[in-house]
């Protein structure tokens, strides 16, 4: 059984929603801090400060394509490149309304038809799109 490797980020907030402003940071790798606040979510985009939305479409853009690149290889054609993106649309009030992938792909000898199949099981396939419609737990307490 392979062994869980958990992943950690942090987030110190300060002040209310629209008015706070808050730092995150990736904890195993140590990268950040970044900068979060209401402005840059839902107001202005992205600039100088990050968002939760950015953040998760760096994690589904890079978890898109190692799963695709995987399929790629266990066809028997693995990539010499994939470029993947990945748009996450956030509407404030409503929250994340979609997720768009996109991949530009240098892959020799795949047909057309298979390689849009593998960039399909690759979508359901990769863990982060699998974790949009997991059970979230929360363990709130007072400090």
């Not at 979609?98 to 240098?106: M, P």
Request: charge should be negative; hydrophobic fraction near 40%; include cysteine.
């Amino acid at each position: 059984m392979p062994k869980p490797v958990i992943s950690t980020a942090s987030t110190v907030w300060n002040g209310d929603l629209f008015n706070g402003s808050g730092t995150t940071g990736l904890s195993g790798s140590g990268l950040g801090p970044f900068s979060v606040d209401w402005k840059a979510r839902a107001e202005e985009g992205p600039g100088a400060k990050t968002s939760p939305e950015e953040l998760l479409a760096a994690a589904h853009a890079t978890c898109y394509s190692m799963a695709l690149s995987n399929g790629l290889a266990q066809n028997g054609t693995p990539p010499t490149q994939l470029d993947s993106s990945a748009e996450v649309t956030f509407v404030a009030g409503e929250g994340i309304k979609g997720v768009k992938l996109t991949v530009r792909a240098q892959v020799e000898n795949v047909s057309a038809e298979d390689f849009a199949r593998l960039a399909d099981e690759a979508k359901s396939g990769c863990p982060v799109s699998q974790a949009l419609a997991v059970d979230i737990t929360v363990d709130a307490s007072l400090a």
